[in-house]
């Protein structure tokens, strides 16, 4: 992951950075550590700890927490729906105000836009600024610990899973550390077919396109699928729950973004009589947007440079699908 001169981040961190680039960008090592707890039973939580040794053999051991599998048919869940926490002033008052009065969670279902630069390490991890909380902290409940007086995050994630989706703002554009910086390279993402078209070989690599790296490499959820852990869904008690990867980092040619999902239902020549029910799990966000019945641009269209991001074409998206199988089948789904 980078660091950059925007970061804010412990002086202790700074040192362990690596070389900087023309563009102010540094590198820094973040590693994810896995481990597998068998034998447990559906309904029962244990007690867990972590424990570390650094460098020197010196140790360093979490407090005590509790841990379940997957729960079954039946069993009676707690779950907190919640998105765009993007290092905002409020997120950390608000999941301490959870804490306070949900008690101990069994799920977190977040619906995108973890923090605002994916690729920023101190958004997730250590940012040094109070009033724009790093990621986990903020659900950990330990914003104490980089400074924060007010409100410390609730410690939610030490003992509730955590199923996220792809936001857009999970999504970075073209990969360039030597001559960008980490918010240049966010907002400088361009179609896949432009990529291809512009070096006339192959797409690959994310230095052309857009990328999102950061979030691929933070989960293990089930990739069967084509386009793997972008797309996923669980049983979680009786409850079911479809992740899908709908974002688009640029808007297409023509589309003002204030399009009616009911148009976009037309676009997609959905029949609105009960086929098909999408109800996005936060009201404010349009179900969706006109990304299937997308259209290529036209020869002239293609020698001009696409625009780059500009706000929101389409939100991060966590929803229910109920449907018929034949329609399924029409959108390729089943």
């Not at 700890?49 to 010196?58: A, H, I, S, T």
């Not at 999941?95 to 009065?101: F, L, S």
């Not at 709908?246 to 086929?275: C, F, Y």
């Not at 290529?296 to 020698?303: D, I, M, W």
Request: with cysteine; aromatic share 10%; charged share 25%.
């Amino acid at each position: 992951m980078l660091e950059d001169e925007d970061s804010q981040i412990p002086e202790s961190i700074v040192a362990q950075l690596g070389d900087e680039t023309a563009a102010g960008v540094r590198e820094r090592r973040v590693y994810r550590h896995v481990a597998v707890a068998n034998g447990l039973k559906a309904g029962e939580r244990i007690p867990y700890q972590v424990e570390c040794v650094d460098d020197n053999g010196k140790r360093f051991r979490s407090e005590t927490f509790t841990l379940q599998p997957l729960p079954g048919k039946g069993q009676a869940v707690s779950i907190l729906l919640t998105s765009d926490q993007q290092n905002q002033p409020m997120s950390a008052a608000n999941y301490q105000k959870v804490k306070e009065t949900a008690g101990q969670l069994d799920a977190i279902l977040f619906a995108g836009d973890f923090v605002d630069h994916p690729n920023r390490a101190s958004e997730w991890f250590d940012r040094t600024n109070a009033k724009r909380p790093a990621f986990y902290p903020a659900l950990q409940g330990r914003l104490n610990q980089l400074g924060a007086t007010t409100f410390t995050g609730g410690a939610l994630l030490q003992q509730a899973v955590l199923l996220g989706s792809l936001g857009n703002h999970d999504v970075s554009g073209r990969w360039r550390p030597e001559s960008s910086t980490i918010k240049e390279m966010y907002n400088d993402p361009q179609p896949r077919w432009y990529a291809e078209f512009g070096h006339r070989r192959a797409m690959g690599g994310r230095d052309r396109s857009f990328e999102s790296v950061t979030y691929d490499e933070r989960w293990e959820h089930p990739d069967t699928a084509p386009q793997g852990e972008r797309y996923w869904s669980y049983q979680y008690g009786d409850v079911f729950v479809i992740s899908l990867h709908v974002n688009r980092i640029w808007r297409m040619w023509g589309d003002t973004g204030k399009a009616s999902s009911e148009r976009h239902l037309r676009v997609l020549q959905i029949p609105n009589n009960g086929d098909l029910e999408i109800t996005s799990l936060i009201p404010s966000v349009p179900t969706l947007r006109s990304f299937v019945g997308w259209k290529a641009p036209s020869k002239a269209q293609r020698f001009a440079r696409p625009s780059t991001r500009s706000s929101w074409p389409i939100r991060p998206c966590l929803v229910w699908v109920r449907t018929r199988i034949p329609f399924l089948r029409r959108l390729r789904l089943g």
